[in-house]
C-alpha cells in the first residue's frame, strides 16, 4: 500500500504522540508499505516554525528530512502533474497545503 502522510500525521509519528492510533502507526511502520512525506509539508512546517507556531528540537529544514530519512519515508517532490490536478478539486478545501497533498495523493498510484 501506498501511504502519503499528512503534515500532522507525520509530525505526530515521529513525536511518538498517542494521538497517532496503533493501527496507523502500524501501516506507517508496516515494510510492506511505501510511504511518502511531501515537500508540501516541509514548506508548512518551515512556516508555522517561522511563526512560533511549531516549536521543534531544531529548525525544519535540518529536523524533518533527518526524521524522514530516519524512519525509511520518502520524499515526494511537487511536479506540473500534481499540480495540475488543482484545476479538477472542489472548493471544499481552502488550505493550500492539504490541496496540494490532495492532488499529490490522486498523482500517485
Not at 513525536?15 to 508499505?33: A, E, V, W, Y
Not at 511537487?78 to 497533498?101: K, N
Given at each position: 500500500?501506498?501511504?502519503?502522510l499528512?503534515?500532522?500525521?507525520?509530525?505526530w509519528?515521529?513525536?511518538?504522540?498517542?494521538?497517532?492510533?496503533t493501527?496507523?502507526?502500524?501501516?506507517?511502520?508496516?515494510?510492506?508499505?511505501?510511504?511518502?512525506?511531501?515537500?508540501?509539508?516541509l514548506?508548512?512546517?518551515?512556516?508555522k516554525?517561522?511563526?512560533?507556531?511549531?516549536?521543534?528540537?531544531e529548525?525544519?529544514?535540518?529536523?524533518?528530512?533527518?526524521?524522514r530519512e530516519?524512519?525509511?519515508?520518502?520524499?515526494?517532490?511537487?511536479d506540473?502533474a500534481?499540480?495540475?490536478?488543482?484545476?479538477t478539486?472542489?472548493?471544499?478545501?481552502?488550505?493550500?497545503?492539504?490541496?496540494?497533498?490532495?492532488?499529490?495523493?490522486?498523482?500517485?498510484?
Amino acid at each position: 500500500m501506498k501511504l502519503l502522510l499528512d503534515t500532522h500525521i507525520f509530525l505526530w509519528f515521529i513525536s511518538g504522540s498517542n494521538q497517532l492510533s496503533t493501527r496507523f502507526r502500524g501501516h506507517i511502520q508496516d515494510p510492506d508499505n511505501t510511504v511518502y512525506l511531501s515537500v508540501v509539508s516541509l514548506w508548512e512546517c518551515i512556516i508555522k516554525y517561522q511563526l512560533g507556531k511549531l516549536p521543534l528540537p531544531e529548525s525544519p529544514e535540518l529536523y524533518l528530512p533527518k526524521q524522514r530519512e530516519q524512519h525509511r519515508i520518502d520524499s515526494l517532490i511537487v511536479d506540473e502533474a500534481s499540480v495540475g490536478h488543482l484545476i479538477t478539486l472542489p472548493s471544499l478545501h481552502r488550505d493550500p497545503f492539504d490541496r496540494l497533498l490532495i492532488c499529490q495523493a490522486l498523482g500517485t498510484n
